[in-house]
């Protein structure tokens, strides 16, 4: 708790402080256990230091309050400065507080206090100014910055807007556009952007506390009335001249912010920063903000948030495993999976092998990965000289023995279990001791391609999603063998590589896929029912997925690889079948459950695929009939939760929101919705228990409710409240 400064003269009680004897210039004060206070000549300086990133917790806003009142009240302190210690200014408000009571003083009164002091206050900052911290700064008089400092307010990534303030003075400093960029996308800038736009008035070389005070100097020595953001008006008149601005924005966001909430709301809030007066745009942002507090999109986005960085802890795991260092990798196989990897990890910075046993696939596998480098950098995401330096990283061979300085090698061969046991062995007969060996199988026993080397505790599953370069998602397959070190290695590479990594368990198509092929099941049986594949996809992208599974079947060449594998099975299907002894392979010829035209990826109906799937009906003997939009979604989404239940039992995802984060990350599940895991929380489980027991009594034993869903509706319980028994260490960070 900080001092108790009602009651005293506010001079008198820093003096106070000061008599105390803790302090004198150049000392800090403690004010509470994370602001201090200190006086550096005649400019006071406020810091918090409250790790990890200095969140606005209400402490921080306490002590905060009174330490601004104290040198506001002090005549020798003729400016205020305002700095964080740690790793960064303040990074946003204490998320966890959202659902809880508010306490005063909220952080509204605190910036308030800051706006209205007679004395000039100035942020210095440094790290990341985001979310509450930059609302914070905006209400500083000043604010100056170090060169590698940035600046965003990323509300809308949990599904809100900025709650004090930040709609209404970030425009009225850096103008309408850039304020829609940042507010309606999250988008952060660095201090050279913050410069030119007005959000930051200097970037400070050396000390910053030292130029934060030396500006704060200044800026009081001279006679002047120092600005309120409130007050300023002039970007906002530019705003006013171009009435179509905010729809043209609305439009150039409308595909990426396609079903979520909050980017539209943000736009409606700067719009209310342009043509309301202040006091009066801070009252919309405020019934806004608290609209969007209140709805399931936040809730989701906010739980999504946490499962995220909950997915890093793995239970059991000693915080001090020690992890393989890799400074080299090596990559088996040139084909998409082993090209897409290898560009991951040149671009962490790591020189790759790269082993191939065919010349040609090599060079292809090289030309595949500088067109793409090349592509990335027409549209500005890097220079020709990156693409040559990223190039050069890779050290293409089609020699094994050349893998031997590799600390990580990842085996990308065609999906042969004898193929990869084959590589596997000479992996470890030229892998370094301590090398982490790991295979991209998607579907194979990653236990028995551990045995096929001497060491399977070095061996684990890394399964990337295709493109590997872009998606996100990687599963970490934990063998019955793999040690912790391994474990910990993979998911601190996964990170290092810019992806997310979550831990799952051996089992047939692993976490994503498993629950992908639940789906796929009943996707197939809803066209022999009656529905067409643009009905069963429009189902789920209107629920909020980029495509549903025949879009998607087109783009990943999924009619040839289900084809091939039933041939290896003898499995029949037969609109599958069909499709593919018609060539009908995806949009890679133009034509699979869609047809396409010329350099369009736009899928269309096709009747020569709906008369396929005619004939099956007939086949099997069935009636074909209308089918509801809500049975389609029902009959996708509950046999995936119902998937997801039983992978939970079966110990193959530690937690739900493993399951969630796997969806998010590698299936493009809408965070507005959380997850499939979260979803069927909203849903109720008991509610998705009862219609599962409806359709098994339909359709058949596929439906039947797996034990835990039905022990965790019948107790009222839900995933997202899913504990954690073990102890957990967080891995890489
Ligand atoms: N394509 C996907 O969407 C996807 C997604 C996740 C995982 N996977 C898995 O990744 C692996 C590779 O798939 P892909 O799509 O990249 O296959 P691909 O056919 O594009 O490439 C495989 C490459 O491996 C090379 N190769 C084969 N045997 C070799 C050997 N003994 N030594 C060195 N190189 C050898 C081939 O020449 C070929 O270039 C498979 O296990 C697959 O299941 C694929």
Request: aromatic letters at 6%; a neutral charge; one cysteine or more.
């Amino acid at each position: 708790m900080g001092p108790n400064w009602t009651g005293h003269h506010p001079r008198a009680a820093w003096r106070g402080l000061l008599n105390d004897g803790k302090v004198g210039e150049h000392m800090q004060t403690k004010v509470n256990d994370v602001v201090s206070l200190e006086r550096r000549g005649n400019v006071a300086v406020i810091s918090i230091d409250n790790p990890p990133v200095n969140a606005l917790s209400h402490p921080v806003r306490e002590g905060l309050l009174a330490s601004l009142r104290y040198a506001i009240a002090d005549e020798d302190a003729r400016a205020i400065v305002l700095v964080c210690a740690g790793r960064t200014f303040v990074a946003g408000a204490d998320i966890s507080e959202f659902d809880k009571p508010p306490q005063p003083p909220s952080l509204h009164e605190s910036l308030d206090a800051i706006e209205v002091s007679t004395r000039p206050v100035v942020a210095a900052i440094h790290g990341t100014a985001l979310g509450g911290g930059l609302e914070l700064a905006l209400a500083c008089h000043y604010r100056v910055a170090v060169g590698s400092a940035r600046f965003g307010l990323p509300e809308v990534n949990l599904g809100i807007i900025p709650g004090a303030g930040g709609t209404q003075r970030l425009p009225r400093l850096v103008g309408v556009n850039t304020a829609l960029h940042m507010i309606a996308t999250g988008a952060m800038i660095g201090a050279t952007e913050a410069l030119q736009s007005g959000l930051i008035d200097q970037i400070v070389e050396g000390d910053l506390t030292e130029g934060g005070v030396a500006f704060a100097r200044q800026v009081s020595a001279e006679p002047r009335q120092h600005p309120r953001v409130r007050d300023r008006d002039e970007k906002l008149a530019e705003a006013r001249a171009e009435p179509h601005l905010f729809d043209d924005f609305r439009a150039s966001i409308a595909r990426k912010s396609r079903g979520f909430l909050a980017p539209g709301v943000a736009v409606t809030a700067v719009e209310a920063a342009v043509n309301l007066p202040f006091d009066a745009g801070i009252a919309r942002e405020r019934q806004l903000i608290a609209e969007l507090l209140q709805s399931e999109q936040s809730k989701a986005q906010r739980y999504f948030f946490f499962a995220e960085r909950k997915s890093a802890k793995i239970p059991g795991l000693a915080a001090d495993t020690p992890v393989v260092n890799v400074s080299r990798a090596a990559v088996i196989g040139a084909g998409t999976m082993g090209g897409g990897i290898s560009m991951v990890l040149a671009n962490a910075g790591i020189p790759v092998t790269l082993v191939e046993q065919n010349a040609e696939n090599l060079e292809r596998g090289l030309g595949v990965m500088r067109k793409n480098w090349e592509a990335t950098a027409a549209r500005g995401g890097s220079s020709q000289g990156q693409v040559e330096e990223r190039l050069a990283r890779i050290t293409p061979t089609l020699n094994f023995e050349d893998i031997a300085d590799a600390d990580l090698v990842i085996e990308a061969v065609y999906e042969q279990l004898k193929l990869k046991k084959d590589v596997f062995a000479q992996v470890d007969r030229y892998a370094k001791q301590g090398a982490l060996l790991a295979t991209n199988t998607s579907g194979l026993d990653v236990n028995q391609i551990a045995l096929a080397t001497a060491r399977p505790e070095r061996v684990v599953g890394m399964h990337f999603f295709s493109p590997a370069n872009v998606m996100k998602l990687l599963e970490v397959v934990r063998g019955d063998r793999s040690s912790d070190t391994a474990i910990a290695s993979a998911m601190n590479m996964g990170k290092k590589m810019g992806k997310v990594p979550v831990l799952v368990g051996v089992c047939e198509g692993f976490v994503g896929n498993r629950m992908l092929a639940a789906r796929g099941k009943q996707a197939d049986r809803l066209l022999l029912e009656g529905a067409l594949p643009h009905q069963v996809d429009r189902v789920m992208f209107d629920f909020g997925l980029p495509m549903g599974p025949y879009a998607m079947a087109d783009l990943a060449a999924g009619i040839e690889l289900r084809w091939r594998r039933r041939q290896e099975t003898g499995e029949m299907d037969f609109i599958g079948d069909r499709l593919a002894e018609l060539g009908r392979f995806g949009q890679k010829v133009g034509k699979g459950y869609y047809r396409y035209e010329p350099n369009s990826r736009a899928p269309l109906p096709d009747p020569e695929v709906e008369e396929i799937i005619r004939e099956a009906s007939r086949r099997e003997g069935l009636q074909r009939r209308d089918i509801s939009d809500q049975e389609i979604l029902e009959r996708l989404v509950y046999p995936m939760i119902n998937e997801g239940a039983r992978i939970l039992e079966d110990g193959v995802a530690i937690r739900p929101g493993d399951i969630d984060v796997i969806w998010v990350y590698g299936y493009g599940w809408p965070t507005y919705r959380g997850g499939p895991m979260f979803y069927a929380d909203s849903v109720g489980l008991a509610q998705i228990r009862d219609r599962l027991v409806a359709l098994q009594a339909q359709h058949g034993d596929f439906f039947r409710p797996a034990a835990l869903l039905e022990r965790m509706a019948r107790e009222g319980r839900r995933f997202q409240d899913w504990e954690q028994t073990r102890s957990a260490a967080t891995v890489g960070s």
